[in-house]
Nanobody, 122 residues
Framework: QVQLVESGGGLVQPGGSLRLSCTASGTIFSINTMGWHRQAPGKQRELVATCTSGGSTNYADSVKGRFTISRDNTNNTMYLQMNSLKPEDTAVYYC????????????????WGQGTQVTVSS
């Protein structure tokens, strides 16, 4: 069993910054790709950024140049540094990860966190 827990959300002014974190715990042998998704009221969940175990990253066009995804594989923690925040960034942000639980079983299972609220407003 694996749990993902997000933290770092809150209320910020337009142009401000915020740093989100996600920590995975439980039965973990390794984690492949981790990523951040977000969902605003009345809209579908969308991909924000991903990061592979080797450090390769991808970003949605709407956040390129403003957000930075990173991870620390020693403690199974992922981060999202958000700068120059805009009101349209307001959403619940979710952590996502593909987790391998066993050395002898080459199988990955996808997990989601509970989400953390980010609100950008004057």
């Amino acid at each position: 069993q694996v749990q993902l827990v997000e933290s770092g959300g809150g209320l910020v002014q337009p142009g401000g910054s915020l740093r989100l974190s996600c920590t995975a715990s439980g039965t973990i042998f390794s984690i492949n790709t981790m990523g951040w998704h977000r969902q605003a009221p009345g809209k579908q969940r969308e991909l924000v950024a991903t990061c592979t175990s080797g450090g390769s990253t991808n970003y949605a066009d709407s956040v390129k140049g403003r957000f930075t995804i990173s991870r620390d594989n020693t403690n199974n923690t992922m981060y999202l540094q958000m700068n120059s925040l805009k009101p349209e960034d307001t959403a619940v942000y979710y952590c996502n990860a593909d987790v391998r639980a066993s050395f002898i079983r080459r199988k990955y299972v996808n997990y989601w966190g509970q989400g953390t609220q980010v609100t950008v407003s004057s």
